[in-house]
């Protein structure tokens, strides 16, 4: 009953944080806006405090919340199936039960029980983007104008841009998320320890 009522308080905490637009917001860098998305930080509680199942349930509402993005609109006018496929199947369920598998694994490992939370948190947030990334250029790749590129722009010009800006959001994300993730975890696990 307890894993019911937490996974609820999860999936209200990513509603509102999606309804509010709190959970994908715009930074301005240079000349170029990173969208930058903190829907992980309940999956990735979720998936350590109640495991991967949890996590693949979180998962897909993080994946629904993906195709529902602002970001994601004109790629859904390309190529919807792979938009929802690449977002909910790989970055939702998939990273959902990867990231509850990967802090069992760590747990055991960390003898200290203090750096599997946010090894779990960061490593999560990284393939996050990875998944983005690479199922961009797998799906994309051959015209990327659609995904923002002005038509005919040289592809090492591209390039150098696009390692760049997604240098800079992979580390804002990564800061954000894994230090908001592994607090959160932490004081929970410690709460439920103790009851």
């Known amino acids: 009953m307890l894993v019911l009522v937490q996974l609820g308080e999860l999936m209200t905490i990513m509603v509102v944080l999606y309804f509010t637009g709190i959970g994908n917001f715009s930074l301005s860098f240079g000349l170029s806006e990173m969208q930058i998305t903190i829907m992980m930080i309940p999956v990735i509680i979720g998936a350590i405090t109640l495991g991967p199942i949890v996590g693949m349930i979180l998962g897909v509402l993080f994946g629904l919340s993906e195709v529902f993005s602002p970001a994601s609109q004109p790629l859904m006018e390309v190529n919807m199936w792979a938009v929802v496929g690449l977002n909910?199947?790989?970055?939702?369920?998939?990273?959902?039960?990867?990231?509850?598998?990967?802090?069992?694994?760590?747990?055991?490992?960390?003898?200290?029980?203090?750096?599997?939370?946010?090894?779990?948190?960061?490593?999560?947030?990284?393939?996050?983007?990875?998944?983005?990334?690479?199922?961009?250029?797998?799906?994309?790749?051959?015209?990327?104008?659609?995904?923002?590129?002005?038509?005919g722009m040289a592809m090492s010009a591209m390039f150098s841009f696009f390692i760049t800006a997604v240098g800079v959001q992979t580390i804002v994300e990564a800061l954000i998320c894994t230090l908001a993730a592994s607090i959160a975890a932490k004081a929970i696990v410690v709460y439920l320890y103790k009851n």
């Open 88 to 151: 909910i199947a790989v970055r939702g369920i998939g990273l959902g039960a990867l990231c509850g598998g990967m802090f069992k694994l760590l747990r055991k490992i960390d003898k200290s029980k203090v750096w599997s939370y946010e090894a779990t948190g960061l490593v999560t947030v990284l393939l996050n983007t990875l998944i983005t990334v690479g199922g961009l250029v797998l799906i994309f790749g051959a015209n990327p104008e659609n995904i923002g590129f002005p038509d």
